[in-house]
């Protein structure tokens, strides 16, 4: 898995749900018990959000797809977009009482005040960034992603027994290597590079078939760096995953009410038919059985 910093820049430089395997879903945190949110403290009226009866949400600008589309944000169209905008309506706001507003990746995660209810972009959810900044439930777990040249043997593949004879690589030390040792275990012995970077270049000049990274690091190599390559698919989840999280204030109001939000949407199935329908289906990264 890339680092945090890898996936700042990825989010700021690149073109952030999949078909998620059952049982591996975005889950919900639960609160303490004497801080468990009501319906009544949740409804839009007891909210105190920045605007009376508004909701003003954040992203970075430009924003990505499939992400967003187009870099509109109000549009509701690509995965994150769509996010927020079903959190808004779980919590009664209406797409009329949504503000987008825009704010860069570094600004947002810094200490201090905010100019937003909650920010969407793609944040991992971190000890340290939990000094500085309220993080909701995940809203989606990062999986890992294998990626190959339009012309290698493995473009096209639908299985993960379609790749028992392919030379795979990964950066060293990641879930994307133990992906690749723990689901596919190839005949051929995987090989480990010390940075994406490195395998991404050994991708390029044909000594692997394929390359194992996270999604958005998937989505950046394939819109940006590397043209001439694919995704071949998503594997299944694997290790402990990233999670995304929608970022709020350090000891927002809001906190609880969103983080519960995101739950729900987790636990209706909400978020897999996002995820299913803006990153598998749309951006091309379904899913390898």
């Not at 927020?84 to 503000?99: F, H, I, M, S, W």
């Not at 971190?126 to 012309?151: G, N």
Request: hydrophobic share 40%; glycine share 8%; aromatic share 6%.
């Amino acid at each position: 898995m890339v680092s945090s910093s890898s996936r700042a820049r990825a989010a700021a430089t690149a073109a952030v749900l999949l078909v998620a395997v059952a049982g591996c879903a975005p889950q919900e945190v639960t609160p303490t018990p004497d801080a468990v949110p009501t319906a009544a403290t949740c409804a839009k009226d007891s909210l105190k959000t920045r605007t009376p009866g508004k909701l003003t949400v954040a992203t970075d600008e430009p924003a990505y797809e499939p992400w967003f589309k187009g870099n509109k944000p109000d549009t509701g169209e690509g995965f994150e977009a769509a996010v927020a905008y079903a959190v808004a309506e779980k919590l009664g706001y209406a797409r009329g009482d949504v503000t987008w507003t825009r704010v860069k990746f570094d600004t947002a995660i810094a200490p201090g005040p905010k100019t937003f209810d909650f920010d969407i972009n793609q944040f991992s959810i971190t000890e340290e960034r939990k000094q500085a900044v309220d993080f909701s439930a995940p809203y989606y777990l990062v999986r890992q992603t294998v990626i190959a040249l339009k012309s290698s043997k493995i473009a096209g593949k639908k299985s993960v027994a379609d790749l028992k004879n392919a030379k795979l690589g990964a950066q060293v030390g990641t879930t994307s290597y133990q992906a690749i040792t723990a689901l596919i275990k190839p005949t051929v012995k995987p090989q480990v590079y010390n940075s994406n970077d490195d395998a991404k270049k050994a991708l390029q000049n044909g000594q692997l078939d394929g390359l194992v990274v996270d999604l958005p690091t998937a989505f950046y190599i394939t819109g940006s760096e590397l043209p001439e390559a694919t995704i071949v698919g998503q594997l299944p989840q694997v290790g402990a995953p990233e999670a995304f999280g929608l970022l709020l204030d350090k000891d927002s109001p809001i906190t609880l009410c969103v983080s519960k939000t995101v739950g729900e949407l987790s636990g209706d199935g909400t978020l897999k038919q996002l995820e299913q329908k803006w990153l598998a289906q749309v951006a091309g990264a379904t899913e390898l059985q």
